[in-house]
C-alpha cells in the first residue's frame, strides 16, 4: 500500500469503525478527499469503494463477539445522566478541542434562551474518538469545564463529577485532579456499527431537551 493510500485507508477504518455513517456517506466522504488531496491518478473509485466494504465486513464479524454492555453502550449511559445532572454531554462534538468547545457553547446559548443554565460540559471530539477505534492502545480522552468559568476550582468541581460518573458506569479514570488535564478512559474501545434506526448521538437537541426537562 502506498502512502496516499495508506492515508484513505486511515480515513475508511475510522469512518467505518465510528459508526456515525451508513456506508453511502463513507462512499462520498471518501471520494471528496481522494479528489481534495489529488489522489484520483493513483485512486481509483473502485479500490476505495472494496476497502469500504472490507473493513464493513470485518467489522460486522467482530460485532458478533461483543460483550453487552459495551463501553460505547457505557459511555452513552454515563453521559445521559451527566445531562441529568445539569452537565451537558456531548458525542463526538466536532475533530478538535476548540470544535468541541463551540458545540458546548451552542447548546449552552439554548438552554439559557429556555433558562437553564449548566453546571459544566464534557465531550470528546474525532480526534479523540480515532484513538478509541485503534487496534493497539485503545483508550479515550474527556474535555471538561463550565461555560465562562475561569475559576479553577469549578473547573476541578466539574471533572470530579463527570470521573464519578463515569467510574460509576465502570470505567477506570485517570485524572490527576488538575484543570488542566484531561480525563482518560485507559483502554476504553469504541464499539459501534451504523444503523439508520438507531439514535443519533449527534443530535445535540436532545441533549437540550434533556436537561429542560
Not at 94 to 118: A, C, K, M, P, Y
Request: glycine residues 4%; charged residues 35%; hydrophobic residues 35%.
Amino acid at each position: 500500500m502506498s502512502e496516499n493510500e495508506a492515508f484513505i485507508y486511515e480515513s475508511i477504518f475510522n469512518q467505518v469503525r465510528m459508526g456515525f455513517l451508513s456506508l453511502d456517506e463513507i462512499q462520498e466522504n471518501i471520494i471528496e478527499e481522494i479528489e481534495d488531496n489529488e489522489f484520483e491518478d493513483e485512486i481509483s473509485e473502485e479500490w476505495a469503494f472494496d476497502k469500504i466494504r472490507e473493513e464493513y465486513q470485518k467489522l460486522l464479524a467482530e460485532s458478533k463477539q461483543w460483550k453487552s454492555p459495551t463501553d460505547t453502550e457505557r459511555l452513552i449511559k454515563a453521559f445521559d445522566e451527566l445531562c441529568d445532572e445539569n452537565i451537558i454531554a456531548l458525542h463526538n462534538a466536532g475533530f478538535t478541542t476548540s470544535d468541541g468547545e463551540s458545540e458546548v457553547v451552542e447548546v449552552e446559548t439554548e438552554l439559557r434562551e429556555n433558562e437553564v443554565e449548566s453546571d459544566g460540559y464534557c465531550f470528546y471530539h474525532e480526534q479523540d474518538l480515532a484513538r478509541a477505534v485503534a487496534v493497539e492502545d485503545p483508550g479515550l480522552f474527556i474535555a471538561f469545564q463550565k461555560v465562562d468559568n475561569e475559576d479553577a476550582e469549578t473547573t476541578i468541581e466539574v471533572g470530579k463529577k463527570v470521573a464519578e460518573v463515569l467510574r460509576n458506569n465502570g470505567f477506570d479514570v485517570n485524572w490527576n485532579e488538575s484543570p488542566k488535564t484531561k480525563i482518560e478512559i485507559p483502554g476504553f474501545r469504541w464499539q459501534k456499527i451504523f444503523n439508520e434506526d438507531d439514535r443519533d448521538l449527534q443530535d445535540y437537541g436532545e441533549v437540550i431537551e434533556r436537561m429542560i426537562r
